[in-house]
């Protein structure tokens, strides 16, 4: 190895919405979800993260920059767990194997990542930004491994990471090893197979939300009975039949678990102590005007035409087929005038990890 060597690697990854949500771990420490999830991996460009990293014999500590801020990398924190379960891989699937693989394990890495859309917003930040992150040290370690592998380790980050390492319905299987070797994305269908299904996201606000969703579903674990219920007698009926749905293409049965699946989710946030409210007034308008849009829709035997969802935030995603958007975005735009800026039509829904590697 020549010592003008650079190893450094590039990656993007987009947010994904999930349409089941995820609310609970069963092991906090990896990341263990008490039920599995399901969601839409959005391909657009202004809501990713893109991160590239870099390894050089002459860093001192791994250091990491978000949005060009350095940022802390605690010991035994879940950046920490990420980088070091990624050098472990290097290390068994490239330097064991290969005696003359440069020992790129035994680096420190200098990683910069960037957000093209507000940090914590309720807009799912946490899981480009992992995903990210994992597939740009993957690049720069020469790993060939599965998306599939890659999600275990994006999960120890933030556990809805796992989801964005996978383009177009991906779902996050929770597993049963107390390990967390079967805790892990995989896809149920890809971007190609419902194209003409879109996500239009009505940002409603782009503060900093109020309880992270890291301590706010610990608190409903905790506390909320009606959790219970959720995980036992709802998701596991759910995520069948909506993967079903997703399949079948079938729109209407999309729609409905969706939109049940959200308001559950902000039910069981409610039947938390204390109470938990991610949905402000705009947020609640939004649903009242995509329920009566819907019930004429219905009356007209054209069954649901859209589906919002809503996660840790007030911001709604609607997620519509390609032929009713535009009459969405005109209706939304018409009931709240004040803020059509802030409306943003994704168009072009799905997307995956992608990179560009660079290693010189
Ligand atoms: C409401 O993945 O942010 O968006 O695993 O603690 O980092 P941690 O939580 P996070 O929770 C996401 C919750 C959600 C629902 C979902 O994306 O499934």
């Known amino acids: 190895m020549s010592s003008s060597t650079v190893y450094e690697a590039t990656a993007s990854a987009p ?126 370690y020469q790993l060939t491994v599965s998306p599939s592998v890659l999600s275990l380790i994006a999960r120890q980050g933030s556990g809805s990471a796992c989801r964005s390492l996978f383009g177009g319905f991906v779902a996050w299987q929770m597993g049963s090893d107390p390990a967390g070797t079967d805790s892990l994305a995989v896809e149920v269908a890809p971007r190609e197979h419902w194209p003409d299904m879109h996500a239009l996201i009505c940002v409603v606000s782009d503060d900093k939300k109020g309880t992270s969703s890291t301590s706010g579903m610990q608190r409903t674990v905790e506390t909320s009975a009606l959790l219970q219920h959720r995980i036992k007698h709802v998701v596991p009926e759910r995520m069948q039949l909506i993967s079903k749905a997703i399949l079948e293409k079938d729109f209407d049965t999309f729609a409905r678990i969706t939109m049940a699946d959200s308001n559950q989710f902000h039910a069981v946030a409610l039947d938390t102590e204390p109470p938990i409210f991610y949905m402000n007034d705009v947020s609640r308008a939004i649903i009242a005007l995509i329920v009566e849009f819907n019930r004429l829709s219905i009356a007209n035997g054209q069954g649901h035409k859209a589906a919002y969802t809503y996660d840790a935030g007030p911001n709604a995603v609607i997620y519509a087929l390609e032929k009713d958007i535009k009459q969405i975005v005109q209706l939304i735009v018409s009931y709240f005038p004040q803020r059509p800026s802030e409306f943003k039509d994704v168009l072009g829904l799905f997307g995956t990890a992608s990179s560009d590697i660079n290693t010189l």
């Open 15 to 140: 947010v994904n919405i999930a349409v089941i949500k995820y609310w609970g771990k069963r092991d906090t420490k990896l990341i263990l979800p008490i039920n599995s999830s399901l969601s839409v991996t959005l391909d657009q460009d202004h809501l990713r993260s893109t991160t590239t990293s870099r390894a050089d014999p002459s860093f001192e500590h791994d250091q990491l920059w978000l949005n060009g801020k350095e940022d802390e990398i605690k010991a035994g924190g879940r950046l920490a767990t990420c980088i070091s379960e990624m050098k472990r891989l290097r290390k068994e699937l490239v330097e064991d194997k290969d005696p003359n693989a440069p020992k790129l394990s035994s680096y420190k890495v200098h990683i910069a990542s960037y957000n093209n859309f507000p940090t914590a917003a309720g807009l799912a930040s946490s899981a480009s930004g992992f995903a990210a992150l994992v597939a740009s040290l993957a690049h720069l």
